[in-house]
């Protein structure tokens, strides 16, 4: 079936019937103080899809107009707002006894951040690149300054500037041009994802007129610095062409034209700049193809052809390509090289044979020396290799911690600088040389309110899952909290597309462990914590793994007394959002609250509508509804908008953004529109929706903090029933 054969039938009840929705008390509730929730109109709509039918009563929430919406949030239709209004007005008299308790989190979590702070400049031929905040600034200064001294900033952009008046604004990205006489920079003032370009000449320091619109948060300039190339954003919001111009304004030209929806797509450079990269890809299957830099108005050649489960990706080392690959069976990836003028797969020859269970997630160049960051059992290391094949690897000495490999901004240096940090200890940054093997700490991340790592137990656990896999579980405690099962516990988990989670430092999290809590991350099946194989077992017609790996880590946690079932709090975003609904609907007794933060919970409708940016681009990920029946009904098995049903269902928070392209805000709002009238608990079902931002909330560093506090806020409040009082 194609997916011109989706039928969508409206019941008899006319949608023009009154969808506003009012502060007005359930038929039958009890008189009491507590605050009154919306009740969401149901409008079913009935949707026949490969000849089954499902019911949907509040499919009227998703805006018809929702492109434009994206990028201009006030054209929202005027009932989705009401009750988008509602919604957020309940949850603020809800928790409005918690605000003493948020203000109080902000502040603590506000006294954790250096305020006049900046970045470990990065040299660049004549000049180091850095950015810098002043105290009180939201946003970052972006700078300059001649290399190896002090004096002489040059401040390229400052985003508070840019930012000014604007209900969200946000720097994806920046970039400089490498003769160093250009500025660019993206910025995303919606929260849509859909960029504005700007170029900045920076003799002047004038902003060049045409700033390129429709944009990606992707772009770079050509290695001679006389053109610019970009990703542009299809009407649906999704990666389509390649773009390319004078990097001063002139005629723009098509470069690269994906005619797949289901990819993405990007530019970049080489690390030698011999080359302009468009990389091409899903969750499965990639492609690059190359420009010489040295003619950046040729057309694109191939490097392979794209070949379904088969995933690449290039950089090129001088004199040849170096190229990271899960071809022939390599589950947890190789690294060959091919000669620059045959770079397919015919030439490619092993550099770094595939090793099983030692996933290579990616690899850094410079002249002399490749580095690669490797993962295994959830944590990560970092090997250096010269020329003629030594390797040495960066020792670490810690149960649990995250180690992060960030390369070089020169490929004439023998220096690469690499993170350093774990869940009790703060982030240092260091500068390694690869021929010395000496490391120069650059940088210890600063807790002006104090920090002692010594006052804090890190932890790994391992948790068996029901088919005998053992999921690694990080845990961070008090060294005073105790493993009675007295304690709170917030158990975080995401476990979708391969994305591993880190074992690394939070100041935000503190607010929670200083209070006697408990934190745990379960690094579950459908990220690479474990290697690509545990990616693998998690995706698709294995998706179940990633939340009966959940529920595994906070059973184990509850046999380890780490935790009680029913004084836990579940957490997750996004893709990790589903995991929440899921394990919501499935293990309900083991959570006080669960916390579902921007939720792709309604799996089944938004993956069969292919006008979403997201929906080809992700079938390998989750499956096809629209044409494969067993796809669909396993999809449906798990959806938590189509399993949600009478239970005893924990307090819960959805949260979500008005002007999120990933996960549409319609999302947690029907998911909360369809729980409230099951839940047989009592307990509170709430919503808050940021009526000015997008998928990662609100871009000032200060604003961010605010919804990390209001969220800790909830967990507390659901431990302690707050809405009993």
Known sequence: MNRRELIVSTAATAFAASTTPALARPAGAPMSNRPVPPVAAKIPVSIEQLGRTRTDDYQWM?????????????????????????????????????????????????????????????????????TRFNTGDQHPRFCRRPRGQSAGEEILLDANALAAGKAYSEVSAAEHSPDHSLFAYAEDAQGSEVHQIYVRDLAT??????????????????????????????????????????????????????????????????????????????QETSEARFIPGA??????????????????????????????????????????????????????NDLIPHAPGRYIEGVALVRGFLARQERADANTRIIIRDRVGDEHEIAVDEPAYALSLGGASEFDTSVMRYGYNSPSTPTSTYDYDLRTRERTLRKVQEIPSGHDPANYVVERLSAPAPDGELVPVTVLRRKTTSVDGSAPLLLYGYGSYGIPMAASFSTGRLSLVDRGWIYAIAHIRGGSDKGWGWFLDGRKFKKKNTFTDFTAAADH????????????????????????????NMRPELWAGVIGQVPFVDVINTMSDTSLPLTPPEWPEWGNPIEDAEAYDYMISYSPYDQVAPMDYPAILATGGLSDPRVTYWEPQKWVAKLRPATTSGKPVLLKINMEAGHGGASGRFDYLKEVAHDYAFAIWAIEKGWER
């Open 205 to 282: 320091g004038e902003l060049l007129p045409d700033p390129i619109g429709s944009a990606g948060g992707n772009f770079t300039f050509s290695p001679d610095s006389q053109w610019i190339f970009w990703t542009n954003r299809d009407d649906n919001g999704r990666p389509d062409k390649i773009f390319r111009r004078p990097a001063r304004g002139g005629e723009t030209t098509l470069v690269y034209h994906e005619q797949d929806e289901g990819m993405f797509i990007g530019v970049g450079r080489t690390s030698d700049d011999a080359f302009i990269l468009i990389s091409i890809g899903n």
């Open 62 to 130: 998703k805006d018809d107009n929702w492109q434009a919406v994206l990028r201009d949030p006030t054209l929202i239709k005027a009932d989705v707002k009401a009750h988008l209004t509602a919604e957020n007005a309940y949850r603020e008299a809800m928790l409005a006894s918690t605000l003493p308790l948020q203000e109080a989190m902000f502040e603590e979590m506000k006294g954790r951040i250096k305020q006049d702070d900046s970045s470990v400049p990065s040299p660049d031929g004549p000049w180091e690149y850095y």
């Open 295 to 348: 003619s950046p108005t040729a057309e694109p050649a191939l490097i392979e052809p794209r070949q379904t489960a088969r995933l690449y990706d290039a950089d090129h080392w001088a004199d040849r390509w170096v190229i990271r690959t899960n071809a022939d069976d390599s589950v947890d990836f190789k690294v060959v090289e091919a000669p620059t003028a045959n770079p397919g797969k015919a030439g490619w």
């Open 557 to 584: 946690l509850i046999a380890r007394n780490y935790a009680k079932a029913g004084n836990i709090v579940a957490q997750g975003g996004s893709a990790g959002g589903l995991l929440m609904g899921a394990v919501t």
